[in-house]
């Protein structure tokens, strides 16, 4: 049986608010949500815009204020990382790509200028794009090669857990199936598993080996990726399932 990389059990995010008579009001994006990833899967994570799953990512990385989570959340691996949808606001426009790689490694502090150099080289290689791209900034590039860099980005301090949160949704078919492509290749490549976050049943379908159904902040269903489509037991995740059969 293969070992956990990510263990959620029971976590609920509440955003709150204070009231003008100082109590707090607010609601649950996330409610009573558990799911583990297992080393080397690529588990999917579906749902329509604003059903929760963009929260439950945050909350899973430790970037929500810690008063508005609640439940179990153990990693095991180090420096878990996540893949943005908008590559262009995650990048630093100010800064060449080679910059925005090197950075985490001069903050991590481990590597000399010319180790940190070599890394980066090789981290641009790995997600295939050129030596001299290192020299470009974000907006000289397409949207698909900011895609790339963001993922360079993610994995340039070598994580074994990676979110990827709807990360070809802004891309075009033909440069979405070139990234998937290329997430499926490093995860064999580098030994990574993935949290794939997305609103797209056919794109989930494609490269995932579960699925989890978010509905209004809970997960409603789970399994394969076979049996949650050939054989879906909740009406919403039916109702998912038809529109995309709709849609062909």
Known sequence: ???????VEHLTVRYSDATVFGRRSGYEAVHDVSFSVDHGQIVGLV?????????LSKAILGMLPPYEVSGQIRHYTKRPQMVFQDPFSSLNPARSVG??????????GKYDAAERKRRVLDMLER???EAEYAK???????????????????????????????????????????????LWDLRK?????YLFISHDLNVVYSICDRVLVMEGGR???SGTVDQ???????????????????EV
Request: aromatic share 4%; net charge negative; hydrophobic share 40%.
């Open 136 to 182: 470009r900034r974000p907006r000289e590039l397409s949207g698909g090669q900011r895609q790339r860099v963001s993922i360079a980005l993610a994995l340039i301090q070598r994580p074994r857990f990676i979110i990827a949160d709807e990360p070809v949704s802004a891309l075009d078919v033909t440069i979405q199936a070139q990234v998937l492509d290329l």
């Open 47 to 55: 749902g329509e815009s604003g059903c929760g799953k963009s929260t």
């Open 228 to 246: 949650v489509y050939d054989h879906p037991q909740h009406e919403y995740t039916k109702k998912l399932i038809q529109a995309v059969r709709d």
């Open 219 to 221: 997960i409603i269903e």
């Open 127 to 129: 997600v295939g794009l």
């Open 99 to 108: 910059w925005i790689l090197e950075e985490p490694l001069r903050i991590f």
């Open 1 to 7: 049986m293969s070992e956990p990389v990510l263990e």
């Open 189 to 193: 490549e580098l030994d990574l598993s």
